[in-house]
């Protein structure tokens, strides 16, 4: 998703004059042509995340149309009051495309970890998050909304599905119908799911776009009343939405996600995946459980 990102962002810079890239302590010799090439529209802010989302929104609120790049935790937790008044608040556009995901550098410590991301931005009005699942979908939804008029979180991650979808922002997709319950699986998470489901009699419903969420396919396709939600951070981000998009309807849920005192080593993510309960046999066993 990382090179991906750095090739379109090379391009929309080259077409595109009201575009800036703001990097935050990250990525510059990624983007050294474009620095030469662009050095009014491309700036590098460092280490300093809360002035460089200010600078961002002052570039927005001049007519530009900025994309803001740092590590998760960095721009979100520590970013978050600017996030909040300058993006939020007053609306402006603005992109924030984020690097690390939830565990993507185990071995830079809990610094560098941000399971907690999406639960957060939820927080933020008017902010748009996109969680796709492999670096073409990323495409397509970047493309599809950057230039929409809204804040919007992109959420970059080194775990990707080798299933491919042709996404729509905003929507999400149906993978397969069934009758005896419904999974509901967030970007990164969709492979894992695929096989932990197996040829059980489920619908499975895909989501890249967490908001706005596709309440409107979530009650057209909903398979009884029995619902396992499976999401690639701090579990219960979608919950509210889940119950809001069905209220007045009796529901047993089971949620897959990261718990909150959740404990990760510093090995690689792979070697977390089964503490964290992201694993099939993790997933395998809640939809056992649900379906009773």
Known sequence: MIDRFVRVLEEILAKDERSALVLSGIRQYSFRKSMEKYPERVFDIGIMESTAVGFAAGLAAAGMIPFLH?????????????????????????????????????????????PEDIAILKQIKNMQIVVPGTATEWEQLFLQSYQNGSPTFYRLSNEVNHTENVVVFGRANIIQKGNKGTVVVVGPLLDTVLKAVGDKDVTILY????????????????SGNRILICEPYNKSA???NIID???????????????????????????????LGLDEKT???????LLQ
């Open 70 to 114: 740092t590590w998760t935790p960095f721009l979100i937790e520590r970013a978050f009051e600017q996030l909040k008044l300058d993006f939020g608040s007053q609306k402006l556009e603005g992109n924030f495309i984020g690097a690390g995901a939830s565990y993507d550098l185990t071995e830079l410590g809990e610094s560098h970890y941000c």
């Open 207 to 222: 989501y890249t776009t967490v908001e706005p969420f596709d309440y409107t396919l979530l009650r057209e396709n909903i």
């Open 238 to 240: 979608v919950l509210y």
């Open 245 to 275: 998009a069905l209220r007045g309807e009796f529901l047993k849920i089971e949620m897959v996600g990261i718990d909150i005192n959740a404990k990760c080593c510093l090995g690689n993510y792979q070697d977390n995946i089964p503490a």
């Open 283 to 289: 997933i395998a066993s809640k939809l056992q459980k």
